[in-house]
């Protein structure tokens, strides 16, 4: 199983970007297919962006398309959620989480690991 560890959260104000990483580890992360999940407080966690980790597939859910922008680094085993025109309904714990099938629907229940979250407050 592959073992995840988030960064980069903080504090910022609206329209400001922030950028958050996932550090892979473990079994050969190359198998795996990376993605974002966030949670806001009293509400689900939801689906972000994946991307494929040979880096030739990326899935974003609507509301992040043209602000968020998902990369990876396969020398550091990283990859990177890079986070432009942040708005106040951004705010929540991002994990990072693997799974070794790729496809267009990204559920919680579907992934096998897990990092433990990071938290993004953007204030207005």
């Known amino acids: 199983q592959v073992q995840l560890v988030e960064s980069g959260g903080g504090l910022v104000q609206a329209g400001g970007s922030l950028r958050l990483s996932c550090a892979a580890s473990?079994?050969?992360?190359?198998?795996?297919?990376l993605a974002w999940f966030r949670q806001a407080p009293g509400k689900e966690r939801e689906f972000v962006v994946a991307?494929?980790?040979?880096?030739?597939?990326?899935y974003y859910t609507d509301s992040v398309k043209g602000r968020f922008t998902i990369s990876r680094d396969n020398m550091k085993n990283t990859v990177y959620l890079q986070m432009n025109s942040l708005k106040p309904e951004d705010t929540a714990v991002y994990y990072c989480?693997?799974?070794?099938?790729?496809?267009?629907?990204?559920?919680?229940?579907?992934?096998?690991?897990w990092g433990k979250g990071t938290l993004v407050t953007v204030s207005s």
């Open positions: 989480a693997a799974r070794r099938l790729w496809s267009t629907v990204w559920r919680p229940e579907g992934m096998e690991s």
């Open positions: 473990g079994v050969t992360a190359s198998a795996y297919a």
């Open positions: 991307i494929r980790w040979g880096g030739d597939m990326t």
